[in-house]
């Protein structure tokens, strides 16, 4: 299935039923009273996170949902049948906006595996006529219509949730990275854009907790992202809600000058998207070191310790080094857990109230 990560579509809940206009008949009660029933609920459109969608393509082929109707009442008192909800699945991290002529507002945020939220309510039954009577009016001929339903036009939108984002220059080597570490196995070749998707990866600690490290492995960005070249700003949003960066730079892209330029580069365009990503808690990591004579990398190595930069130089593809990294990690996941549960508002792992929903949401998903 494609990864889409936008789409478009109407939603309609059902009509309530009418009420019944009836009147009692049976032998020896010539004038019964009313006793028309009450029309059914329409039914209620209900958008829900489900852990095992992880894009919206299916949204692009089918655009129009529709819950059931109620029906009418009946004589002798008797209630239509409601009308049946619809229930909605969407991946988790679902941005959902409501489109009006005055603009858009956001209806939900699913950023949690099983939260689920009324989109579209159903219209109410309507009233039977036995509900009008009275003392002075015996036999009401009217009933009560039932209640339209609603329609709104959706957007969705998904934004990724992950623990640490992948992110750097096409051809650095992040899905190398990635399959490494977890079980997903993405696409890997020696040219640029291999990565035409954001791919997830769940890396675990081995022990008996069975601590879990979603990490989403963001396609390459180039100069000029944020306006959209390259792959462009469409997968930079997926960024947003990572809690940490690994910044990954292939030892191919760096300069005598300046080596780090490819760093600074990423990072502009971070910014220039969302000054907040670029404050955001990084880790700059340099792959391919497989490639550099060892001069090199002792001189790069000294540079870094010099700049007080913090680098770690790794060879994905053959694991070198892998340790020492994802043991920073590991630190910092939990060092910036503690700071968003310290800082209130329930923010145990994603801002969203739910500890840890998402790492286990993704491993029942097979990643």
Known sequence: MRFVDEANILVRSGKGGHGCVSFRREKFVPRGGPDGGDGGDGGSVILRADAHLLSLYDFRVKRLYEAGNGRPGQGSQRCGKNGDDL???????TLVFVQRQEGESLLADLNADGLRVVAARGGRGGKGNEHFKSSTMRAPKFSQPGEPGEELSLRLELKILADAGLIGLPNAGKSTFISRVSAARPKI??????????????ATDGTETGKRLIIADIPGLIEGAHRGLGLGSRFLKHVE????LVHILSAEDMSEADPWAGFALVNEELRRFDP???DREQI????????LAPERLAALRERARAEGRQVFFI?????????????R??????DVGRGESLAGGGCDARGDGQPDVGSDAF???GY
């Open 276 to 278: 907040e990503l670029a």
């Open 241 to 244: 809600r990572t809690r940490f």
């Open 284 to 291: 700059e990591v340099v792959n391919k070191i497989d490639l």
């Open 329 to 334: 990690m590991w630190l910092l996941n939990d």
């Open 87 to 93: 229930e909605i699945g969407l991946p988790v991290g």
């Open 189 to 202: 070749a020696a040219y640029p854009f291999t990565t035409l998707a954001p791919n997830l990866g769940v």
């Open 315 to 327: 060879c994905a593809r053959s694991g070198e080094y892998l340790d020492e990294l994802l043991a």
């Open 363 to 365: 491993a029942h998903a």
